[in-house]
């Protein structure tokens, strides 16, 4: 499931699929050396069971979406990517990018320097592409690239090959970079979505490693969704524990695995291809098979499912989305 339905229940946090990340990736640019892609994809078209609530406006006006960058390993951001978007006008959005460093990207406003402005936002299957300088800017509805036998999951794990997002769509938001923008070598990212309904900015859901939020959490979930990087260490014993049941682990076997899988930051070297988990995650890693392995203690080692073949070869690289605009279905 990756962070598809991470709040309470498997169901969206503040119940709002809009502020539902789902997964995030980090590539280098195809083609291209010294370039870098990032994809946050949030709000899932189709919700699991029970259905929650969902609308065909890609992203919450309301809402900040965060890509925070670690350029030094400390888990704490250095850089940040902030992507705010306009209400809907006649069915259609826009979008803003703010980039901000120092002190101020581990903070939590909507400043910055703006990078992209009035972007408009793909509600079809044409995707609206900005140029803004160096950097190319995406956001809209694609098909969702994710792929898992979420049935298996929910039967014991008993897994059969059936691809519960063949089909499925979500909301990207897509930005290529200069790797100088990133920082000098090696870093660490995640991203985050933050509420502003109530006039002040409250974080609805982060995370960088898929399924960490929805399968290990335990009673804690909202505790750890509303966390930072930089005080994961308080949730190794959570983390401990749900191991423990999920995949027999001895308590010293399931603390040294957990603390593998926490601070939850995605490691990424722009200067090599990426592999998950090693370096980055591509649209194509196979990244479930290696969580069922982990969690389960080798038990169980693949979902049978693999990736999806509707993927594009340039920008934003994910496949044209399955439904439109105000053809969306709501059923899962």
Known sequence: ??????????????????????????FPKPGSVGKSILVMNVHPSAPLSPSGPT????????????????????????????VRFSSSENGAQTATVRRVEGAEAAGTSDSGQTIVERAPVSTGPEARITQAGDYRFFAGWRSDPFFFDTPGAVNNQQFTGNDFFTGKDVCSIVLEVPNSALGPGKVGLWHRSLDGTTGKWIQADRGALPSQS?????????EYLAA???????????????????????PEQATRVAQTLLPDVLSYDPTRPAAYPDNGRALTDDVMDIFLSTITNGKVMTDHVGPHTDLLADFPYLGQPHKAGSSRLVAA
């Open 214 to 222: 929805v399968f290990l959490t335990g009673d804690h979930k909202g």
């Open 228 to 250: 930072e990087p930089a005080d994961d260490a308080r949730f190794i014993g959570v983390f401990a524990h749900s191991l423990e049941h999920i995949g027999g682990y001895t």
């Open 55 to 82: 609308t065909d406006e890609p992203f919450a006006p309301s809402a900040l979406y965060e890509l925070k960058i670690d350029t030094n390993g400390d888990a704490t951001a250095d850089i940040a990517y902030r």
């Open 1 to 26: 499931m990756s962070h598809h339905y991470s709040g309470p229940a498997y169901g969206f946090p503040d119940g709002d699929a809009r502020l539902d990340l789902t997964d995030l990736y980090a």
